[in-house]
């Protein structure tokens, strides 16, 4: 079965800071790989995927994230973070073959202006 | 295109009534998804859907119940409603499953049960 986890429950960062966002998941193969955000109030949006390729993904409004699968992590980073940015982010995994898309429990991010 | 379209978007229940969540897309996806989201805990999957008569269950099946008659609806019904159920609903939809193709959500459904 797979699985996800994410690392930070609540991050807090001021605006301009840099963001990490972790993210680990449990699959014994070739695994597809999405960060969505969802902005208060409202439905889950695609940030970035990664389904082959070049392990470092970009994705719209400046985030990135990248793909290690030695570590099984595709973490998310932002280089400045925006009051804007303030939403939760969901790290999700589809294994090879498979119907189900996995979420993690989510990272709130508040970000002060 | 609308999407992914959900009603209502908001209820609020009896403890024992039933109801249905609807959702429909238009994008002509063969895969559609439910997913219930409880505070800190993510997304939990309910059930899903390959396509029209074919649904199998998710990670959290008990108490839900759906259907796919159609490529584009895609029902969700609670029978006996518990306050268990109190919860942000999502309904999901994709093209495939391969080659990364994300899921395309709807705007969601909050249910209270009292």
């Known amino acids: 079965a797979q699985s996800v986890s994410q690392h930070n429950h609540h991050v807090i960062l001021s605006e301009a800071a840099s963001l990490e966002l972790g993210c680990n998941y449990s699959y014994g193969g070739t695994v597809n790989l999405f960060w969505y955000v969802q902005y208060p109030g409202q439905h889950l949006q695609l940030l970035l995927k990664?389904?082959?390729?070049?392990?470092l993904v970009k994705g719209i409004k400046g985030f990135e994230a990248e793909f290690i699968k030695s570590k099984f992590s595709f973490n998310l980073r932002k280089p400045s973070v925006q009051w804007s940015d303030t939403a939760e982010y969901f790290c999700a995994v589809r294994g090879a073959g498979s119907y189900q898309l996995t979420f993690g429990k989510g990272t709130k991010l508040s970000v002060i202006p | 295109n609308a999407g992914v379209t959900q009603t209502p978007k908001f209820r609020i229940l009896k403890i024992g009534q039933s109801m249905t969540l609807q959702c429909t897309q238009d994008m002509n996806h063969n895969y559609m998804y439910w997913y219930r989201q409880d505070p800190g805990m993510g997304l939990k999957l309910i059930y899903y859907s390959v396509g029209a008569g074919i649904t199998d269950k998710g990670e959290v099946p008990n108490g839900y119940n759906v259907s796919r008659s159609t490529t584009e609806d895609f029902p969700l019904r609670l029978e006996l409603a518990a306050p268990s159920q109190t919860s942000v609903y999502f309904c999901?939809?994709?093209?495939?499953?391969?080659?990364?193709?994300?899921?395309?959500f709807g705007n969601g459904t909050r249910l209270t049960v009292t």
């Open positions: 990664y389904f082959s390729g070049d392990p």
């Open positions: 999901a939809s994709s093209p495939r499953t391969s080659g990364g193709s994300p899921l395309h």
